[in-house]
């Protein structure tokens, strides 16, 4: 069993076709072909049943899956170690994350493990991030989600087994200019239905939160990211919905207000493939970023 026809088993697991395996790994698909057979025989049980709609694993090739990960980090974790390297841990993040929640998870880990080496990938897009942890093109990302299952904000989940913790809550804050109407008053959603709600994409955390807390009333205005929404809405443009930590300066300053709505929290989500648990250092990124 050699590591080369381990990459060539996690190749057709994740894209299920040797066609699209061969080329991620930018092989011919004869070859990937042969070292799956090669791997099968060395281990005399089959690992994929071959059929209409792709490769689906086996019994015994679920049960590869993680030695297989296992061994390829291993591997690499000793080629670093010969070699004098320091060790990796590409860390994604969203974007409106990057500047509050990281550089704090970042410390930690330096002061806890000074011979790793903590690459931080910003991305505004979740799905991306999401993408990037299931093709092993990362090893953990932050984001914001809500519920007891990830996606219980409303994006879509992958299907590949991840894992999270809950790091910390993520409050919000519904905010306005200081002379809007309905500063200081208690309201509710259907206080807001005529207000133009200031916003970004629909696949943004706050987008998403704005729609499970307010529904469908407030006439929706796309303006930009954070900095953007918050921006118009000190200029009396419209109210936006915000993380705190967003806004928290422009509240002190006076150049917005909270407006009197009850909010839920948006939970700081750290999440990783299930089957890299063992990956060396992942524990470490999961004390420091809950420290």
């Known amino acids: 069993m050699e590591l080369q026809h381990l ?72 080629r670093l170690d010969v070699r004098g390297e320091r060790q990796r841990l590409r860390l994604g993040a969203l974007e409106t994350l990057v500047g509050s929640h990281v550089p704090g998870v970042v410390a930690r880990l330096a002061a806890r493990r000074p011979d790793l080496a903590v690459e931080p990938h910003a991305d505004r897009n979740r799905a991306q991030l999401l993408a990037d942890l299931v093709a092993e093109r990362l090893d953990a990302a932050l984001l914001l989600d809500s519920g007891a299952g990830l996606g219980g904000l409303g994006f879509p989940a992958p299907a590949e087994p991840l894992a999270f913790v809950d790091l910390e809550d993520v409050p919000l804050a519904l905010v306005a200019a200081p002379h809007h109407a309905l500063a200081g008053e208690a309201l ?101 970023a809950a420290s």
Request: hydrophobic share 45%.
């Open 7 to 78: 990459r060539t088993f996690e190749a057709v697991l994740r894209h299920r076709t040797v066609t699209d395996a061969a080329v991620a790994l930018g092989r011919a698909p004869s070859s990937v072909s042969q070292q799956l057979r090669t791997l099968e025989a060395g281990l005399g049980v089959a690992l994929f049943e071959r059929g209409p709609k792709g490769m689906t694993p086996t019994p015994a090739g679920l049960r590869l899956r993680g030695w297989a990960r296992t061994l390829l980090d291993q591997a690499e974790q000793a």
């Open 188 to 288: 509710t959603p259907a206080d807001l239905a005529a207000e133009r709600l200031l916003v970004n994409v629909p696949e943004c955390s706050f987008w998403m939160a704005g729609e499970r807390i307010l529904g469908a009333g407030p006439e929706r205005v796309r303006v930009g990211g954070v900095p953007v929404m918050r921006a118009w809405a000190e200029q009396g443009l419209g109210i936006s919905l915000l993380p705190a930590f967003a806004v928290d300066e422009s509240l002190r300053a006076g150049r917005l207000v909270r407006l009197g709505l009850p909010l839920p929290e948006l939970s700081l989500r750290l999440v990783w493939r299930a089957d890299r648990e063992r990956l060396p250092g992942l524990r470490d990124v999961l004390y420091a």
